[in-house]
């Protein structure tokens, strides 16, 4: 525990590779956490197999640290596997039992990147009733991202549903009036 404590102070201080050998001789099965701040690391310097491999052994059973699904998450949408980024942010919620309400926001945010990425692909194939559905489950998750909105304005715009896509564009204008696309 003194080397995991140790770790996150170097982190604290910017002395990252420090901080990385500190988390390494502070693994075990029972003390998740250096994982959890290993694999974030890992996802920053863009070693995204080496985030993947540290965070999911965070996940050992009875000693779970959900905070790992939050960098696995975060690897599945750079990889642009959005389904699978959803469902570990899905995962996420229904085992996180802190009380860490920015870490719960930056979840919820990014579970609807990953939904807005799936309406993305959706409209990409051309499966536009798929995408309106995405973008709706996006909005949900963060109502206040124009970028959502003018997400969805774009395929009612495909599909000729001129006043949704106006609509759409005009609440995403709410939210953010200087969003020049949606003009």
């Not at 997400?151 to 005009?170: C, F, I, K, P, T």
């Amino acid at each position: 525990m003194a080397r995991y404590n140790l770790g996150t102070l170097y982190q604290s201080k910017g002395q990252i590779d420090s901080a990385m050998v500190c988390y390494k001789e502070s693994y075990g099965p029972q003390h998740t956490k250096p994982y959890v701040n290993l694999g974030s690391i890992y996802h920053q310097r863009g070693q995204s197999d080496s985030a993947m491999m540290v965070s999911e052994r965070a996940l050992q059973p009875g000693f779970e640290s959900f905070e790992a699904l939050i960098t696995i998450g975060r690897v599945h949408a750079d990889r642009e596997e959005y389904g699978e980024a959803a469902r570990t942010y899905t995962r996420f919620f229904a085992g996180y039992t802190g009380r860490d309400t920015t870490l719960m926001a930056a979840a919820k945010a990014e579970l609807a990147q990953a939904y807005g990425g799936l309406g993305v692909q959706a409209e990409q194939d051309g499966r536009l009733a798929d995408a309106i559905a995405y973008h709706r489950t996006a909005i949900k998750n963060q109502p206040d991202s124009a970028h959502h909105y003018y997400n969805l304005g774009n395929v009612h715009r495909q599909m000729s549903a001129w006043d949704e896509a106006v609509e759409a564009y005009a609440k995403g204008l709410d939210r953010d009036s200087v969003y020049v696309d949606a003009y």
